[in-house]
């Protein structure tokens, strides 16, 4: 799928949250620069969530320490969120990991009264502080 297809179904999905849609796109675009394979493994989350993952089988406990999809939306958190499919990796469908994304980005921007560099913060977990500069300053690509 091309990126401009993959910008128009961000917007989309931001719209439906109430998200800024330029702020979903600039944390696309820094979490995987568009490219709906995106995985990656965290180990500092399994060991955080350990507890909350650890008595699920092999498969379904890695797959939660894995981030996923456009948004890199954690399987951990995609579970918390809804998600039941029955695999985590379907978060790499652009529809799906998008939809969860924005799930998880609107309950940070909630919870942190629409701050957005708070949201960001804790969207990214928190551990890296740069983490919403470093998103903020790709929205002005997106307005």
Known sequence: MD????????????QGHKLPESLVCAVVDHESVWDTY??????????????VIAEKEPTEHYSRAFSYGLMQIMGETARELGFAGKFLSELCDPIVGLEYGCRKLERCMVNHNNDVTAALLSYNGGADASYPGLVTKLISKYS
């Open 3 to 14: 990126v401009p297809t993959l910008i128009k179904m961000a917007r989309a999905t931001a």
């Open 38 to 51: 995106a995985i990656r493994y965290e180990p500092a989350f399994e060991k955080r969530y350990d507890p």
